[in-house]
């Protein structure tokens, strides 16, 4: 049976997120927490293919206890089991962190479960929108890396090989890779699906596997939490809103509009500088 890992973070909702001028770190105390919006849609490919092949489907997260809700959503959709790896000593840890303490706690998850075949990751999170973690994962277990995915084009069981589609700046690229291997989610994978009733009842009386320091014996301590995050957040700011003038050219016939847009520019010097004239 195929092995499917899916790489989740618990984030503040990006409506309701606000920077601390002192700290430059975001202020999380009151705000909404939801399931990163990318890593939903690696959920949701790691479940189509629990659908159609019989997949055994884990949801991993680092976090606080409070992300235990983000792992009984991802139960609610589908997913089979849901690790959450939390400790005061990874607290304040950076993509370099994180990403190492993610990687432990995939291989764990292949002690306990069995080999994995495929992991999921979104392309990148709502709060630190790096899209650092999950090549960073991918690195750790020196593993291919297929990013960027915005359609999963064929998976061959047999053959051990999947064939992707990745969006990049200048066009489409279409990819095979060697299982085991490591993809980043975009929003145009697919569609999410809904909680289903048993699903949701499921996951009311589900308990995550919570996992600490304790359960990793050979962890390097100054690679974790904030000893071990090389990054530093000097200054943040907000952009000052641009002005722009605007004004609304009334006509009741288009044409008319038309007319007095195209004089109206014409008798500026915006006309022979476009070389329109």
Known sequence: MLHVVVCIKQVPDSREIRIDPKTNTLIRQGVPAIVNYFDLHGLEEALKIK????????????????????????????????????????????????????????????????????????????DGDTGQVGPGVACRLDLDQLTYVEKLEYLDIENREVTVHRHLEDGVERV??????LITALAELNEPRRASLPGVLRAARYKPIVWTTNDFPEIDRSKIGLRGSPTIVSKTWVPEPRQVNTEVIPAEDPGA?????????????????????
């Open 257 to 277: 509009g038309a007319q007095e847009l195209w004089t109206r520019l014409y008798s500026t010097d915006l006309v022979q500088k476009l070389n329109w004239a």
């Open 51 to 126: 659908d159609q092949f019989g997949a055994r489907v884990t949801v991993v997260t680092m976090g606080p206890p409070s992300a235990e809700k983000a792992l009984k959503q991802c139960i609610s959709m589908g997913a089979d089991e849901g690790v959450l790896v939390s400790d005061r000593a990874f607290a304040g840890a950076d993509t370099l962190a994180t990403s190492y303490v993610v990687a432990l706690t995939v291989q764990k998850v292949e002690d306990t479960w069995g080999p994995v075949d495929l992991i999921f990751c979104g392309k990148q999170t709502l």
């Open 176 to 181: 095979r890779a060697k299982l085991p291997v």
